[in-house]
Every structure is written in structure tokens, then in C-alpha cells.
């Protein structure tokens, strides 16, 4: 097997240096060559000819968002972007994706020896993931101006696609509905998973929690721009948030988020840092686990997109409690590894292609005595 081939693309000499040595401790991977600009990086790939670039956001002369338009034009490949822990830098990555960018990699390379680690173990799963994926093309979404959509579907300017789908759906929209809260977990991967379902659902499903593996700074943006192009309100998570039909609630960055009854009839939101070591935070097991929990019989668990296990066991208690779990399907899937342990493990009530997933929460949550 041929090893694959990356260019990193990034004006800081550490940081290249610092890739360079974590992706070649892997045999299957060779970093053929190295740019310190966007005008450079760009001569190295057309010359190189790589399988997958890993591209700074934030470079002079030319940024990262202006290479990765003349990449996604010229010479499409699989690119990830390295991008700074701050909102600013969440704001451009997430600008990144939407021009087609597969995924991305955080700059906090000045940890400890042990997270550094972890981050070389995800860099390497995410460039394999790369290079085995197609998805390079930019989303047919166009943002619309902050302010929200607030349910109108006219608010989402020229995107027809996307008031197609709202109307697509819209068709089959519940009156009222047994399923009290739906809850999506993923991670790599992900962002544009959980973008394709929570655009397409109506403005009176169930509540969503949406736990996405993404560093404290990134999930608020994330909440922003989905809220944008949603009929659904998107908020990240907040301490003491009413649990209502209509409302999409994003898991902050380094928080667990679980739900709290306080009354028969109303639940709320509850973040917590525990439990202690887990490996991510927040947790897709810790959220299904307390909304299975919580909501026993009435709620949905949907496993999408990302590396490792976390979502087996929270499926796994799901199941228990009378509750239906979906898990995304490999072809669709940017890593198949989340939805491939709750399958192995026999806990997926069904097997969804991407596109198929939004209409498939739908008529569950639609269809009386669908979890009886």
C-alpha cells in the first residue's frame, strides 16, 4: 500500500516541524514537503501532488481560507485546516468547512507530554480519514446574515436547496409526538452531519441535544451558524435551559450535558464537568445515559460520524430503558468508528445513509407506538 502523501501548509517553522514529526511516526503516512504561505503552499501541491494538506488558517500574504478557495478550484483534495483555539479562529474554521475543508486540527501544541499525545493520535486518524474521503467539494448552503431564522423558512436568502428540504420535511410535521428529546452524538466529521440533519428538521421537533467532541471555543460559533440556517432555535447548552419542542441545544466545549427533572413535567439542563478522566468531555455516553434516564421510553439516541467508542455505552443504556438508537451508515460516514461499535455491538435499531437520517428521526418521532 502505497503511504499517503501530505503537504503542510503553515507560517509558523514550529508548528511545521511539530506536524511533520507526529504524522511520520506513522509508516503509512509521508510528509513529501512543507510551505510557509499560501503562495508557496500552493506551488508545492500543484508539484507534490499530495493525498491531503494540512492548511493554518491564519497565514500573511496569502490566508488559509483564500489557499483553500484556490485549492477547492484548481485541484480538489482533502484538506485539513490547523486552526487557534479562540472564537475568531472557530468563526474561520467553520468557514473553512463550509468551502471544503474534510475536518480540522487544534493549535495547542504547548501541553503537556501526554496531550500531546492524544493530539498526534487524533492528527493521524484524521489525515488516514482524509485521504479515504471524497467529500471535497464546498456546501451547497449559503449563510444567510446573522440575526436567526427563527423558524422562516424565507429568512434563508437564495439557498433553494435548503428551503427544499425544509418544505420536504415540513410535510411530515407531528402535531405532537411521544419523543420528548432527540439526542445526536458525533465527532469526526461531524460538523457537516449535524449541519444536514438540524437544517432539515421543522421548527416543532422534538428538543435536540447535539454533543459534538470540539474544543470550549468552538461550540458556541457552531450553535450560531447552525441557528442561522435552521427553522429550529440553536443555542449552546446553558445551566438551567428549559427542555421545550423547537430547540436545539449544543454541549459546550469541556461540559457534560445531562438533563435534571423537576417535575413531572418539566426538565431542564445540567452541565458538569463530570465524571473526571473522561476521555472526551463532553461525553456522548454521559448524555444519553441521563436522557435515557430521564426520559425513559421517550427518546431518541442518533450516532453519527467520529473516531473511537464514546456513544456505545450510552446506547447501550438507551436500549435498556425502551428508547431507539439509528447509527449513520460507513459510506456516508467521514470515520466509521462511532456508529461501527454501536452496530457490532447490536444496539443500532437501524443503519442510516446521511442524506436518509433527517426524514428517519422524523418518522420516528411522528409515528405513535413507534418505541413501544
Excluded at 486518524?125 to 440575526?147: L, M, T
Excluded at 411530515?172 to 449541519?195: E, N
Excluded at 435515557?292 to 427518546?299: D, L, Q
Excluded at 455491538?345 to 437501524?350: F, I, Q
Aim: glycine share 10%; charged share 20%.
Amino acid at each position: 500500500m502505497c503511504p499517503i502523501r501530505v503537504v503542510i501548509i503553515d507560517d509558523s517553522a514550529f508548528m511545521r516541524r511539530a506536524i511533520s514529526q507526529m504524522l511520520s511516526a506513522d509508516p503509512e503516512i509521508h510528509v513529501v514537503g512543507s510551505a510557509r504561505d499560501g503562495h508557496e503552499g500552493l506551488e508545492k501541491v500543484r508539484s507534490l501532488k499530495p493525498h491531503v494538506v494540512t492548511l493554518d488558517v491564519e497565514m500573511p500574504r496569502l490566508g488559509g481560507l483564500e489557499t483553500l478557495k484556490f485549492l477547492m478550484q484548481e485541484m480538489p483534495l482533502p484538506v485539513l485546516m490547523v486552526s487557534s483555539l479562540t472564537t475568531e479562529g472557530a468563526a474561520a474554521t467553520f468557514e473553512a468547512l463550509d468551502l471544503g475543508a474534510v475536518d480540522f486540527i487544534p493549535k495547542n501544541l504547548g501541553l503537556a507530554a501526554l496531550d500531546i499525545l492524544k493530539i498526534q493520535r487524533e492528527l493521524i486518524v484524521k489525515v488516514k480519514a482524509a485521504a479515504r474521503s471524497c467529500k471535497v467539494q464546498p456546501s451547497p448552503v449559503d449563510f444567510p446574515p446573522a440575526g436567526g431564522v427563527q423558524g422562516r423558512v424565507g429568512d434563508h436568502g437564495s439557498s433553494s436547496q435548503f428551503i427544499g428540504q425544509v418544505r420536504d420535511v415540513q410535510q411530515l410535521r407531528p402535531m405532537r409526538s411521544q419523543v420528548a428529546l432527540v439526542t445526536i452524538g458525533a465527532s469526526t466529521g461531524g460538523p457537516k452531519a449535524v449541519r444536514t440533519i438540524v437544517s432539515a428538521l421543522p421548527a416543532d421537533t422534538p428538543c435536540v441535544f447535539v454533543v459534538q467532541h470540539m474544543p470550549p471555543a468552538f461550540t458556541g460559533v457552531f450553535a450560531e451558524r447552525l441557528n442561522r440556517l435552521s427553522a429550529l432555535e440553536v443555542q449552546e447548552a446553558s445551566a438551567g435551559a428549559v427542555i421545550r419542542p423547537g430547540l436545539v441545544l449544543i454541549a459546550p466545549g469541556g461540559k457534560n450535558l445531562q438533563v435534571l427533572r423537576r417535575t413531572p413535567l418539566e426538565a431542564v439542563v445540567s452541565l458538569s464537568s463530570e465524571p473526571v478522566g473522561s476521555l472526551y468531555c463532553p461525553s456522548v455516553d454521559v448524555t444519553f445515559k441521563s436522557a435515557a434516564a430521564a426520559f425513559p421510553g421517550r427518546c431518541l439516541g442518533v450516532i453519527l460520524t467520529g473516531m473511537g467508542s464514546d456513544g456505545r455505552e450510552g446506547a447501550r443504556e438507551m436500549r435498556r430503558r425502551g428508547c431507539k438508537v439509528l447509527a449513520q451508515d460507513e459510506k456516508s460516514c467521514v470515520v466509521y468508528g462511532m456508529p461501527r461499535v454501536v452496530v457490532e455491538a447490536g444496539l443500532a435499531d437501524k443503519v442510516v445513509p446521511l442524506e436518509l437520517m433527517p426524514k428517519e428521526i422524523l418518522g420516528l418521532v411522528q409515528t405513535p407506538g413507534a418505541f413501544n
